[in-house]
């Protein structure tokens, strides 16, 4: 045999091994599909389409998935967490960094354009420890909220993929997440082991002190809560106490000696709600409170209320949009400090409550509108009417107009003492006055214009603010 002839023997081998594997995969295709383990990997047949034997149990998939803390510092714009958690659902997330492998790092500056310079930090713990990525996004001055958060979450998604890659769910990411059996949502966290069986309670404590020669001021706060959520179920307790304490020492004057002003305010509550989903629209629950308020004149007021919710849009679009139309009715009993204006020292009332509440981020920009009317049944004429809410509106190419506020017809004061206000009360604000009505209101018209690059990022002298206020001349 020639050289030759060798070579080409040699070149037929490799050709006839190299195909073997091929035809062999065309003949498992031919029986049925891939052997277990490899049903998720492009090629496959559709998740949907695979035997029930072969498909994973859903709880044990999802606590396979890293688990990841969102960290945004100081306010971050569009840094939604109900919407990221809920578009980005191939990951647990965390309420504390400790317990995480991965920590997304969020921090905004402002750009040369008015706009936002968000710097994203993966940060690797745990199993991840030493790993870390940064991704920067950009976005202009009057980009909707609704694109700033989806952007957010892409970026996420991008920065996730190197450490998913790593995890047990990495076979069933391609361009998307494939959901086991098909589903859309994240698997409920009820599934999961949690030693906290989803409680998380949190705790917070202020103090603010000033005194200077002639006045002095403290104020001290507590509250404590427990919050437990799942799909059917949302469990919400607190308990909180707020003191005011205010003294002012008038000097004397010629037709009067010097004397002491005292302001004291103190505000006690402790409230709970529970909720039951009903269904995709609809909820029901019962809120229940007591409390102790020097401004509204009540040493006790107790309240129980039942109450019923409908959203005309799905719970599952509540990231994005919703409308609620809330009722709930129950008694009031009330304990006064001073008697009532109506000559009540005690009473108990049944009061009714009816909200409609709309909520949007859309493309055009995002919107809060909401009717309030309540209601005492044993006399309607004591009632109040509000309406309130804020709509940020993108009009045009760098022109935006946002327009809050709220407006009420007022007249449910039945704690109002009878004995009128001093004129220490009114000044300091002590207790509440009557009205017959309160407005409230904001206009804001922003328009921007020039170049529309805005990645430079320059922070020199950016301790004087953005426009230099603390090193500013003034004409007059």
Known sequence: MTPVDRLRLRACVIAFVSVLPLLALSRLHAQGGPPAGVGGRPGGPPAGMRPAAMAPDSATLQAQAIRVFLDCQGRVRGCDRDF?????????WMRDRFDADVQILVSGLTNGGGGSENTITFIGRRKFEGMADTLVLNTLPNDPDDRIRRELARVFKLGLTRYVARSPIASRLQ????????QQQQVSAANLKDKWNLWTYTTNFNAFIRAE??????NGSLALSANRATEKWKLNFSVSGNVNEQRFEIPAAASRPAFTVTNEQRTYNANSLVVRSLSSHWSAGMKLGVGYSDFLNQDVALRAQPAIEYNVFKWSEQTR???TFLYNVGPNHYNYQRTTVYNRDSETRISQQATASFVARQSWGSSNVSLDWLNYLHDFNRH????????????GRGFSLNIGGSAARINDQIYLPRAGNTEEEILLQRQALQTGFRITTNIGIRYTFGSIYNTIVNQRFSSLGSSGGRFSFFFF
């Open 213 to 218: 020669e002639q006045q002095q001021s403290i």
């Open 84 to 92: 990221i958690v809920t578009d980005v659902n191939f990951v647990n």
């Open 321 to 323: 949009r919703q409308l």
């Open 175 to 182: 361009l998307a997440y494939v959901a086991p059996f098909g």
């Open 384 to 395: 109040a009417l509000t309406l309130s809410g804020n709509v940020d509106l993108r009009l």
